[in-house]
Every structure is written in structure tokens, then in C-alpha cells.
């Protein structure tokens, strides 16, 4: 297939804001899993930047390495070459404790499955967040009371998880990502398991995220939909970026149909990239 959308193996980088540097700088990263007799080059060569209060989505189809690179950025998994850095601190190098402490510290998560503790009520699993944290006690009452009535969940707070909605746990997930003021929030398919209705409830939420309490955002999505609600949409395939497009003065609808020509564009194996 012609590529009338490649673009060189360069740097993609947001233009900077106000000459604030970017939370986010992923460089030349690679990621190679397998040994010889079975090699997957799961990201090719992937460079970008997310600055500071961006809400950036990762498109691509089924495949294209795009869990692989939020795993990096995450630090679950860990890069074959190639640099991450996150508030201009490379965190390829870091060792287990500095590296708990950075995901403690400057990471929010929002999982497909909300991964929320079943043990736990909606409260005690916000709450987990600051307290690991070491967050003053009287600190955490207010603070958890404040996300959970912004993000719409106060009513659940309560509740045990199998006593909540899909959409209701995803909002308690997005509630304990956010209650201790992250660097980035990381969200991996973060509307894949939740029905229509919830999906958008919960994308409303990740948006006020991003609009009102200012939380720079980086999400990875095959959905069209979901990415629409982002400001700047970089598609990945084979494990590079093809492809940057963004939002500007545009409403989401009309992004929508911007993403929706660009995945329509990408074809083939991109079709299950509805
Ligand atoms: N732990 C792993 N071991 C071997 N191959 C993997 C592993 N994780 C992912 N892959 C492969 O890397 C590629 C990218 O996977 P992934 O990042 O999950 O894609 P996406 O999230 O875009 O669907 C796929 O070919 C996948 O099979
Ligand atoms: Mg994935």
C-alpha cells in the first residue's frame, strides 16, 4: 500500500507551549521481544512528545505495539534501546525503588479492567493511592471526597466493586489515578470493556480530567470514538508513527471524521481500527 501519510523516522514533536519543556519525551524507542528463533519487533522505532496538559491518543490497530509502548512509559516493561523520558528524567535506567517511587509518585493508571482492589470499597481504593504514598491521614479523607465528587463516583464511594457499574468502577480507577496529582495519567484501552453509554461517560470524564483539573494525559485506543476526545492523535503502525493529526479549533465531531478518514485511509489489517 502507498504511504501518502508516512512520515520519516524524525522526531514528531509538539511544538512547545510556552517554552515549557514536555512531561513526556519518548526517543528512538525499540522494543524486541523474543530470542533468535522468534523475534517480534513490537515497536520499531517510535519518537514523540507530550507536553504539559496535552491529552494525546495512540492510534493503531490490533498488533501495532501500542500496550507495548504505554508498558514502557509505565515502566512495567522495559525498553530494548532507545530513551523515555518523563519530566525531562530518563527513566529507562532507574532500579526497583526509584522505579516504584516514580510510578507511585508521577504516574496515574487507567487499566481496560478497572484493576481495582475487590477487597477494597470505591473510598479505600482512592484512598491506597495517597496512602502508599505516605499522605498526611487527615489529608486523605478531603482529598479522596474531592476527586470522587469531581469524577461523579461520590455516591459510590461505599460500595465493593462487584456492587458497581463498569462505568462506575472505570471512574473510580480514573479517581484514584488522579488523587495524587500525577504527571502523567497513562489509560490503556480505558473504554474497551464498558458498554456504549458508559464509554462515553467515562471519556467525558477523561476529558474534564484533562479541561478542568489539568492532567496531561496519554491514551491508547483502536477505537475512533474514544480518540476523538483527545487533542492530538499520533496512529502507529508496524511499531512506528505514520501519522499526527490534531484536534485544534475543530469540535470532536469533526475530529472524529478526521480520524475516521485517516483509519479508513490505513485499511487492511487496520479494519478491526473501527
Ligand atoms: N510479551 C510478549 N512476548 C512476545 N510478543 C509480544 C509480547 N507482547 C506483545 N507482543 C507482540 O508485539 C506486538 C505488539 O503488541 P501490543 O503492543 O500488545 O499491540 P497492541 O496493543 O497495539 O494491540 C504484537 O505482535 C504482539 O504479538
Ligand atoms: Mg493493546
Keep these: 500500500m502507498t504511504e501518502v501519510y508516512a512520515t520519516p523516522a524524525a522526531p514528531v514533536c509538539a511544538p512547545s507551549a510556552g517554552g515549557s519543556r514536555p512531561i513526556l519525551s519518548v526517543r528512538q524507542m525499540e522494543k524486541v521481544y523474543g530470542s533468535k528463533d522468534s523475534v517480534t519487533k513490537a515497536v520499531r522505532d517510535i519518537s514523540f512528545d507530550v507536553m504539559p496538559g496535552e491529552f494525546v491518543g495512540i492510534m493503531g490497530p490490533s498488533g501495532s505495539g501500542k500496550t507495548t509502548l504505554l508498558n514502557c512509559v509505565a515502566t512495567i516493561d522495559t525498553v530494548t534501546s532507545g530513551h523515555i523520558l518523563v519530566d525531562g528524567r530518563d527513566i529507562t535506567g532507574l532500579r526497583s525503588r526509584a522505579l516504584a517511587k516514580f510510578r507511585r509518585d508521577d504516574l496515574g493508571f487507567i487499566f481496560q479492567d478497572s484493576n481495582l482492589l475487590d477487597t477494597l470499597t470505591g473510598f479505600e481504593n482512592i484512598a491506597l493511592a495517597l496512602t502508599v504514598k505516605g499522605e498526611p491521614t487527615g489529608q486523605v479523607k478531603p482529598k479522596v471526597e474531592r476527586i470522587a465528587a469531581t469524577l461523579g463516583v461520590a455516591d459510590v464511594l461505599e460500595k465493593y466493586p462487584y456492587q458497581m457499574s463498569g462505568g462506575q468502577k472505570q471512574r473510580i480507577a480514573a479517581a484514584r489515578a488522579m488523587v495524587a496529582d ?52 499520533l496512529f502507529i503502525k508496524d511499531g512506528a508513527v505514520f501519522n499526527e493529526i490534531r484536534k485544534g479549533d475543530t469540535s470532536r465531531k469533526d475530529f472524529f471524521n478526521r480520524i475516521m478518514e485517516v483509519v479508513t485511509f490505513l485499511g487492511g489489517d487496520a479494519a478491526d481500527a473501527r
Design 182 to 233: 500525577p504527571k502523567l495519567v497513562l489509560a490503556d484501552e480505558p473504554t474497551g470493556a464498558l458498554d456504549s453509554r458508559s464509554a462515553a461517560v467515562m471519556l467525558e470524564t477523561l476529558e474534564m480530567m484533562n479541561a478542568s483539573l489539568g492532567a496531561t494525559i496519554m491514551m491508547v485506543t483502536h477505537d475512533s470514538y474514544a480518540a476523538s476526545f483527545a487533542n492530538r492523535i
